[in-house]
């Protein structure tokens, strides 16, 4: 008897349909499994069989084949060890095929038949609500909430294959009843007002999180640079749901999905270690799969001691970067995770870190700098919005019992500087901030004023800016009066966005002092 259970598999962190078609014929009693399975899938062949006789099912000694089809993409994970569960039981004889149709089944199974959870079930959900596959998705208990953030969509989450099987010949599950997670209430365990000092800095930050700009911060080790990068996620707008969602995806399908994340609006926000593989960063490896750039999707990305990291892993951040997304290509197929995030970088301005530091005195040579500042491509710096000098707090400062701008205040401000760009790219699909949009479109429609153009102008000749150079200058000065609450772009706005410039040498030679 022949039987054809649907499921879903997933690419990249969409889901594509799958059909598991089972047959149990006559002959030598064995397993086949075909359609291009991969390691996981061929091992589910043992972890099924076991499921189903300590769940009291009889396996018939038979020639039993199992086809997923298409037939032509590879399959991996655990998600198909339910629905060839259930394709047995209906090809055997112990299920009607009646009681699969219009469902789609997905779940990992133990030994002892219990469900277990599996990677991509708010994708699957999605794609099963999009298209309107089927009248119930059955999933395992632990993705309910998960799942259950698609609303339009009946959702089953039975505790095992003994009453999963039990409700289908009744005929009809229980549908679950999913209580989606209420954002939780942020609380800024790391907030700006810790931070004594460093205005500019702070001021520079506040401009790239109401942009979505890049930064690069400079400065000696223990100037705050970490400190500072640490607490721009929470003065960023807290997530929409079609953000939250995107985030949710990313993580489910990375493995990393957690029942916090679930339960937020934050931001996420990722630092990787300088140690880090390009695999890692960037994503990939022999199943790929989300590297940090597309972790921190819709958050920051924190690279501390930027200039530690080997060129050709910095190098990979240009494609998400400019595209905010990640292709990884292999032979057979091309695989996208989204990538939109904030890049802050944190160096040190010379391998010892007293460049420039009136405490201390730089012990690099001239090679040594040269080397240093070299890890950091042109087209890559040139990517960074943002160039912000943090130098060592003063003492008196320090001992200074003031209290700065908590977070919640300066989020304040730039949520209304972002409601602003949201209105202003409302008709640009995919454009949310000034960071994200044309620069021919922030030069055209951005309402520079005269005096502001011209100034520019002068400043692109006396620095010879590249067009990216120009481009990134107007959209930092079109956030900075976006937090004034303007609709021009004046002179003064202007004059800000070029101190956050880099210098025409990234990082100046050190003094050389006479013997």
Not at 114 to 128: D, E, P
Request: net charge positive.
């Amino acid at each position: 008897m022949l039987a054809a259970i649907r499921s879903a598999g997933i690419i990249g962190i969409d889901a594509y349909n799958v059909t598991v078609e089972v047959d149990a014929a006559s002959g030598l009693p064995q397993w086949t499994i075909v359609g291009l399975p991969l390691g996981a899938v061929k091992e589910s062949r043992e972890r099924v069989g076991a499921a189903l006789v300590n769940s009291g099912f009889t396996v018939p000694p038979r020639r039993i084949t199992i086809n997923l089809a298409p037939a032509d993409v590879k399959k991996d994970g655990t998600a198909f060890d339910l629905p060839i569960a259930i394709g047995i039981l209906v090809a055997t004889g112990q299920l009607t095929p009646e009681c699969v149709a219009s469902r789609i089944f997905v779940g990992e199974l133990g030994l002892d038949g219990s469900i277990r959870a599996v990677k991509g079930a708010l994708s699957i959900a999605r794609l099963a609500a999009s298209f309107g596959m089927a009248d119930e998705l059955v999933v395992p208990q632990t993705n309910l909430i998960e799942a259950g953030r698609v609303s339009a969509l009946k959702l089953a989450a039975p505790a095992g294959l003994r009453a999963l099987t039990t409700e289908l010949r009744q005929g009809a599950l229980t549908i679950s009843c999913r209580h989606p997670p209420q954002p939780a209430a942020i609380r800024d365990l790391l907030d700006f007002s810790d931070v004594v000092g460093q205005q500019a800095a702070k001021r520079a930050l506040e401009v790239a999180a109401a942009g979505g700009h890049n930064v690069v911060m400079v400065g000696p080790p223990g100037a705050g640079k970490t400190m500072l990068a640490r607490r721009l996620a929470g003065i960023l707008p807290h997530l929409s749901e079609a953000e939250s969602l995107e985030v949710i995806a990313i993580h489910s399908v990375a493995g990393m999905l957690t029942p916090d994340a679930l339960a937020t609006c934050a931001r996420p926000f990722r630092a990787p270690h300088h140690s880090i593989s390009s695999a890692g960063l960037i994503g990939g490896g022999t199943h790929p799969r989300p590297g940090e750039v597309s972790l921190a999707h819709n958050g920051v990305l924190f690279l501390d001691e930027m200039l530690e990291f080997p060129r050709s892993v910095l190098d990979g951040l240009r494609q998400p970067l400019e595209d905010g997304r990640v292709v990884i290509s292999r032979a057979a197929t091309s695989i996208t995770f989204p990538a939109r995030f904030t890049l802050i970088g944190a160096t040190n301005p010379c391998p010892c870190g007293r460049l420039g530091d009136s405490t201390g005195v730089c012990t690099c040579s001239a090679h040594d700098l040269d080397r240093y500042s070299s890890r950091m491509s042109g087209p890559l710096a040139d990517r960074m919005d943002m160039h912000v000098t943090v130098g060592a707090v003063a003492l008196r400062e320090l001992s200074d019992s003031g209290t700065g701008e908590s977070t919640a205040l300066i989020r304040g401000r730039v949520s209304l500087a972002r409601a602003m760009q949201a209105a202003r790219f409302k008709s640009l699909p995919g454009v949310g901030c000034n960071a994200h949009a044309s620069g021919r479109w922030i030069d055209a429609n951005g309402g520079v004023d005269a005096d502001a153009r011209a100034l520019l102008h002068r400043a692109a000749d006396t620095l010879s800016m590249s067009a990216r150079g120009y481009h990134r200058v107007l959209k930092v000065a079109r956030t900075i009066a976006d937090i004034d609450a303007d609709d021009r772009i004046r002179a003064r706005h202007v004059a800000e966005a070029l101190r956050y410039r880099p210098p025409a040498r990234f990082w100046p030679q050190p003094k050389q002092t006479a013997l």
